[in-house]
């Protein structure tokens, strides 16, 4: 910034400090008539001569700053020495008033053209750095590609161009494009065409460096480029959107004929922001593929829905220990009997640990119990198995579980249970008794060998077999906070359902668990509920439903 001149006399131009100042000097009276100049202020303004009005010959906004400044003077004996701005031909000047006592003013005219654009690009600059911030901050607020590809689009069209077109990589014959107009809705589409018929488009999806503006002629791009309604185009920009390792696609900036040309540093700023908008856009995709692995892997590890079966209903339900979490270590199955008339079995077990870690070891388990359906009436020999592949595995974990054979016989429902240090079996008869259901055993993968107790006996109608999981009956909490639900509990709340069916008594159970809890911490609960229906079935429709049944 050049400071203000020192203030000078204005009785003659003969060995006065403007007299041969190197920058124009204008002095006028209290009056507004012009009384001096100097040789740079008659080269500069030629029209503006001595004895003539001072608003005669120099710029309207210096007129006006003089006529402010001479009724400032007059009203109140003094002038404010602000200086003032404004153009001379193609450059710009700040007038510096120096105010004499009588009010005779001299203006000193400095050139500030080089300044004025320093600050122009600086402010220029911060208004594109806060943009790009405030761009990236807009953009990572969303991890869905498609609301991503929105955002994209809406803020070129709004900061960049008058419309911006968002060019995803081609899924098989089509284009996935979002347009959007400045002061208009994103609008995607599928386009049927090939990017390399538009110049720079093929390129920048493959992630090439972007092809000069100048060399892509507006009047050749396709219908499908230009929006509805836009008009002619006048400049297009395409430049590649980068992604992480990949490109993510490409961005298409538009402007109207009678919007000025890209310049070559309006198309540098573009492929800034075209630099996070595919940083975004990648991360959006990832996650996205991310989540589908994720949920596919999810539905896989999750519980399976229980039917009934061969004339055996079969219920569970299953609560991870943390809300924010869909698996964890208790997990169940039941494997319809590949032959009509043969057991069907139902596992229920628990894997040391809880989360995502403990759920991949009980999907292996799973798996592996799967692979041993053929000899699943020895169940002695499928532990024995079982407890050899975890041994040989890298899990350092162990698990308990629990087999359940189950058969229906006449209106009963035979069960032959075998418990590997699980929690025992409880058996709900028609009366409300509870009994534990005679079955021992050692837990497996942790002891080279797993000796197991199998236990047979038969559910008359109305009858049910619990399998449950030491989540229920150690979770901790009650009127006081602390204590445990246990075992002697749970079988009176069982008591109490006697003669219902097998959804009722998971949906029991789950709900006198989660209110002794709360909202305390807890572990995995599963429990699985095997009952002998009260009536004699008679039909199934496909085999999943109750059918029709005698009274």
């Known amino acids: 910034m050049v400071s203000t001149p020192v203030q000078a006399g204005v009785g003659s131009s003969h060995g006065s400090p403007w007299g041969s100042a190197p920058y124009p000097v ?59 701005f404004g153009p001379i031909g193609e450059r710009s ?37 806060a943009f790009l911030v405030q761009a990236s901050n807009t953009l990572l607020s969303s991890l869905n590609p498609g609301r991503c590809m929105d955002v994209i689009a809406q803020l070129a069209a709004e900061h960049l161009a008058d419309a911006a077109l968002v ?11 979002v347009t959007c107009v400045r002061g208009g809705a994103p609008v995607p589409s ?19 460096p972007p092809v000069p503006s100048r060399w892509i002629d507006p009047a050749a791009a396709p219908a499908w480029l230009v929006p509805e309604g836009f008009g002619p185009v006048g400049s297009i920009v395409i430049t590649p959107l980068p992604g992480h390792g990949v490109p993510a696609g490409a961005v298409v900036l538009l402007r109207g004929p009678e919007a000025e040309a890209f310049s070559e540093g309006e198309e540098v700023f573009a492929r800034l922001f075209a630099a996070r908008a595919g940083a ?40 991870p220990s943390a809300d924010h979490e869909r698996v964890g270590g208790d997990f169940y199955d039941v494997h319809p009997a590949p032959v009509e008339g043969q057991a069907s079995l139902a596992t229920l077990g628990d894997v040391c640990g809880k989360g995502l870690e403990a759920a991949v070891l009980t999907g292996k388990i799973r798996n592996t119990l799967h692979a041993l359906l053929p000899m699943a009436d020895d169940h002695q020999k499928m532990i024995s198995l079982l407890n050899t592949a975890l041994l040989n595995s890298h899990h350092t974990r162990f698990a308990t579980l629990v087999l359940a054979s189950a058969v229906r016989e006449g209106n009963g429902v035979k069960l032959r249970l075998t418990s590997a240090g699980h929690p025992t079996p409880l058996i709900l008869r028609a009366g409300g008794t509870v009994e534990e259901a005679e079955t ?82 807890h572990d995995d609960m599963a429990v699985v509920v095997i009952s002998a229906p009260r009536s004699h079935h008679l039909s199934a429709v496909n085999g999943r439903t109750r059918g029709r049944f005698t009274a």
């Open 26 to 84: 204008l002095v006028a009276d209290i009056e507004g008539t012009l009384v001096r100049r100097n040789d740079a202020a008659r080269v500069l303004l030629p029209a503006a001569r001595p004895g003539r009005p001072f608003t005669q010959g120099v710029p309207s906004w210096l007129s006006a700053a003089h006529d402010r400044l001479r009724h400032t003077h007059r009203e109140t004996g003094r002038a404010p020495g602000a200086p003032h």
């Open 167 to 177: 060019v995803a990589p081609s899924r098989g014959h089509q284009l996935p494009v």
């Open 280 to 319: 975004a856009l990648s991360a959006a995709r990832m996650y996205a593929e991310q989540s589908s692995i994720t949920e596919v892997l999810m539905r896989e590890l999750l519980p399976p829905s229980l039917h009934q079966i061969s004339g055996v209903d079969f219920a569970g339900g299953y609560r």
């Open 440 to 521: 021992r055993g050692t837990l497996v993968g942790a002891m080279p060998s797993a000796p197991a107790r199998t236990a047979a006996l038969t559910l008359a109608p109305g009858e049910a077999c619990v399998l449950y999981t030491d989540g229920i009956t150690e979770a901790r909490g009650g009127p006081m906070g602390g204590v445990q639900f246990g075992e002697k509990r749970l079988q009176r709340a069982l008591s109490e359902c006697a003669g219902m069916p097998s959804e009722s008594i998971v949906e029991r159970v789950q709900m006198l668990a989660s209110q002794w809890v709360g909202k305390g911490a």
């Open 93 to 129: 000047y700040e007038a510096h008033p120096s105010v004499q006592d009588d009010g005779v003013v001299a203006w000193w005219l400095l050139d500030d053209t080089d300044h004025r654009l320093v600050r122009e690009a600086l402010h220029q600059e911060r208004e594109r750095t």
């Open 190 to 208: 599928h386009e049927p065409v090939v990017p390399d018929d538009v110049p720079g488009l093929g390129e920048a999806l493959r992630g090439f």
